[in-house]
């Protein structure tokens, strides 16, 4: 299937690519997730990026939440990390329907370490509970 045809009819995007620059592939992925390719996707689409965050141009993605062009994105991972806390990203406005969380995948080793210390059970650590 056409990479616009399933992006016209999922409900869901989960992202699950490499990060590929213009010039180091014939299939680059940088801004994969721009205006032209946000725009296809359906009002009652949900975006998730836990892959490379500039595979998502945050800017674009702002603007389709502030309009209503999907229905709302989770990220873990951002174009700069941290997100800087002028980021698009973080405006009020699109707060309720934009989940930014810290990636997770990067955090296992802490917790593993505090558990291995035996200063904090990892579970606890990972869903909040003291």
Not at 12 to 38: D, I
Not at 42 to 54: D, E, F, H, I, M
Not at 98 to 113: E, G, K, M
Request: include cysteine; charge should be negative.
């Amino acid at each position: 299937m056409p990479f616009e045809e399933a992006l016209r009819g999922a409900d869901f995007v989960s992202v699950h690519v490499p990060l590929l620059r213009v010039g180091e592939s014939a299939t680059p992925t940088y801004h994969l997730f721009n205006e032209k390719n946000l725009r296809l996707m359906k009002a009652t689409a949900y975006l998730v990026n836990t892959s490379r965050g500039p595979v998502v141009d945050e800017a674009a993605l702002a603007l389709a939440l502030r309009e209503n062009w999907i229905a709302g994105a989770a990220l873990d991972v951002y174009e700069k990390e941290p997100l800087p806390a002028d980021s698009p990203l973080r405006d009020p406005a699109i707060a309720d329907r934009c989940r930014l969380l810290p990636h997770f995948a990067s955090a296992a080793r802490i917790y593993a370490a505090l558990d291995r210390s035996g200063q904090r059970d990892g579970w606890a650590v990972c869903s909040g509970a003291d």
